[in-house]
């Protein structure tokens, strides 16, 4: 693998990245991010490392650099992790489906990530890695925001300047 790979960012990173900001704080475990995310240990220190290349993290890597993280949300996270919504599937609400945007958007479209454990049924959303689902279960924080991604991700025009005003927000 070439080295320029290796430093190429990925979606779990940005996974990572929230849960950092949804703890509340910006000093962080590798082995509490690993479980609550139900990730291994080797992607949360790969995912760090990637994300400290590319300026997300910085004083040595114990901070999330919000301006710019929120930067790449508004600008890139569409166009580097499209989504378009697939077919209907039971999961958990995400995008203008889920807190904080439902009470905002009433429409009969309602998106969701795939998950059998799932309370809602609506068009299905890709997450952004496959354990979001039971990761934003246990993390209301971290539920909203990727939640606010989905928004930037897939949704019209009204849903994402929505979902931009309430992330630049919190993180900025």
């Known amino acids: 693998m070439s080295k320029s790979k290796l430093h190429q960012m990925k979606p779990q990173d940005i996974v990572v990245l929230a849960k950092i900001i949804a703890m509340g704080n910006?000093?962080?475990?590798?082995?509490?991010?690993?479980q609550t995310l139900f990730m291994s240990q080797s992607e949360i220190s790969s995912s760090l490392k990637r994300s400290a290349y590319a300026g997300l993290l910085i004083n040595k890597g114990n901070?999330?650099?919000?301006?710019?993280?929120?930067e790449f949300i508004k600008y890139g996270l569409s166009y580097v992790f499209p989504v378009h919504p697939g077919p209907l599937v039971r999961g958990t609400a995400t995008a203008h489906s889920a807190?904080?945007?439902e009470l905002e958007f009433v429409s009969?479209?309602?998106?969701?990530?795939?998950?059998?454990?799932?309370?809602?049924?609506?068009?299905?959303?890709?997450?952004?890695?496959p354990t979001v689902p039971?990761?934003?279960?246990?993390?209301?924080n971290l539920h909203e925001l990727l939640s606010l991604f989905d928004a930037v991700r897939a949704g019209r025009a009204r849903e994402k300047n929505r979902a931009l005003e309430?992330?630049?927000q919190r993180l900025c």
């Open 26 to 34: 910006d000093g962080y475990i590798q082995m509490l991010l690993a």
């Open 63 to 70: 901070e999330v650099e919000r301006k710019l993280f929120f």
């Open 99 to 101: 807190p904080p945007l």
């Open 108 to 129: 009969d479209e309602k998106y969701v990530w795939p998950y059998a454990k799932g309370y809602s049924r609506g068009q299905s959303i890709t997450p952004l890695y």
């Open 134 to 140: 039971q990761a934003a279960i246990l993390d209301e």
């Open 166 to 168: 309430i992330l630049e």
